[in-house]
């Protein structure tokens, strides 16, 4: 599933040939698996249609026609990146369950929601409705015309009523946000003193986002809309040189005093003072990575393997009498798998840099999540040299990715 996107976008209609090869370069430049667009203005979309602003890779795909030149929302996949089971049409959504060769089914979900107020209530009935159909991994996309924060306007010009029932909606479904990283509005009335505002958004539960914790949203210029396309990232993993970091919990595991008084013992080949101290230190530090490996590398599949031999050793024992040998082993595993999960705990939460819960108020799941939004936030996209400036989407061969 590398290099695996999607495209989010209110297109503004596409009922003309202007706006299609727009598209097109769009879909060309970005080259995302599957398509989700909102607004296509289209009473009937064809395989022809399809083709002429997507191109020929996307023959599936599922639509909602518009109303009277109004609203319309178009999903498509590339040919041989997923294979949908199932979908719904419904009066402000399009539902597909993606699936690939490598990966878990999930639902997929592109939202136009109405402008006016007396119908976004109905929306977000629908939408709880959709969430009812399409158990496990869910991501909801598109136009939402709705925000739940103030930030998500430049002005104070804002409905708080609608603003707490979307806020509501998502706190009742549990979703959360994928952060949009570079811009803080998608769509603007483009007048001289412009209104701007965050309609559109990627919310997502949180088994969709186990399934793709490396996933980053970006966007791209408006051009011929008033919305700015979103591009969202599902393999977005960024490979980069492993720095030495001394983490606290080193000096409590048997070994670690002993593996710097080793090395730091060490002779050196050198008589002036400041370059022996660089050496013992790059030197240390390598010990240090190499011992932390030994001690803590692979912590699951040692947890794992610990409870396994545990869980057999009490099955003997339910049918014979353990040796003398066999309980002390058993004893010792019990112990030894109360370490594990501790350090487990100890490491993710370091590594998620949350610091308002105790030791023993630690959940795994919450912290590895809390690392991954993270990552997110430290991720780089765009890097400017001179006039020059560089995104994540051009010259994907000579680009320069930097991750804290």
């Excluded at 009473?43 to 109303?67: T, Y």
């Excluded at 979307?166 to 479904?173: G, K, S, T």
């Excluded at 710097?260 to 008589?271: E, F, I, L, M």
């Excluded at 002036?272 to 912590?299: D, E, H, M, V």
Aim: proline share 3%; with cysteine.
């Amino acid at each position: 599933m590398e290099n695996t996107s999607i495209l989010i976008w209110n297109v503004r209609g596409l009922n003309d040939w202007g706006r299609r090869d727009n598209l097109r370069k769009v879909v060309d430049d970005f080259r995302p698996s599957v398509v989700c667009l909102q607004e296509t203005k289209l009473n009937h979309i064809s395989e022809r249609d399809v083709i002429s602003f997507l191109g020929r890779d996307f023959s599936e795909f599922v639509f909602l026609p518009a109303q009277h030149t109004r609203g319309g929302i178009l999903i498509a996949w590339r040919d041989q990146s997923f294979s949908v089971e199932h979908h719904f049409v419904h009066r402000f959504s399009v539902s597909v369950l993606l699936n690939s060769s490598t990966g878990s089914p999930w639902w997929l979900t592109g939202v136009y929601g109405p402008q006016r107020d007396e119908d976004k209530l109905s929306f977000l009935a629908e939408l709880r409705e959709v969430r009812s159909s399409c158990p496990g991994p869910w991501m909801i996309a598109g136009d939402f015309n709705m925000i739940y924060s103030s930030e998500d306007k430049n002005n104070d010009n804002v409905n708080r009523v609608m603003m707490g029932r979307f806020r509501r909606f998502v706190n009742d479904l549990e979703l959360k946000e994928i952060p949009l990283l570079g811009r803080r509005y998608t769509w603007s009335n483009e007048r001289a003193s412009p209104t701007l505002v965050k309609l559109d958004r990627v919310l997502c539960t949180n088994d969709w986002e186990d399934l793709y914790p490396e996933s980053l949203l970006q966007s791209a210029a408006t051009e011929m809309s008033d919305h700015c396309p979103l591009v969202l990232g599902l393999c977005e993993r960024i490979a980069g040189k492993r720095r030495f970091h001394f983490e606290s919990f080193w000096p409590r595991l048997p070994g670690f005093y002993e593996t710097v008084q080793q090395s730091w013992d060490a002779p050196v080949s050198t008589h002036y003072p400041l370059q022996c101290i660089s050496i013992k230190l790059k030197r240390l530090a390598r010990a240090l990575q190499s011992w932390s490996q030994k001690q803590t590398g692979n912590i699951k599949k040692q947890l794992a393997l610990a409870r396994h031999i545990l869980h057999h050793l009490e099955m003997a024992q339910d049918i014979r009498d353990l040796s003398v040998e066999e309980n002390w082993f058993r004893c010792k595993l019990k112990r030894h798998c109360l370490v594990l999960s501790s350090l487990e705990r100890t490491i993710a939460r370091l590594q998620s840099r949350v610091r308002y819960l105790k030791d023993g108020d630690a959940n795994t799941s919450f912290f590895h999540k809390q690392a991954s939004c993270r990552r997110r936030k430290n991720f780089i996209y765009r890097l400017k040299d001179g006039n020059q400036v560089v995104t994540s989407q051009q010259e994907k061969h000579q680009i320069l990715f930097i991750q804290f």
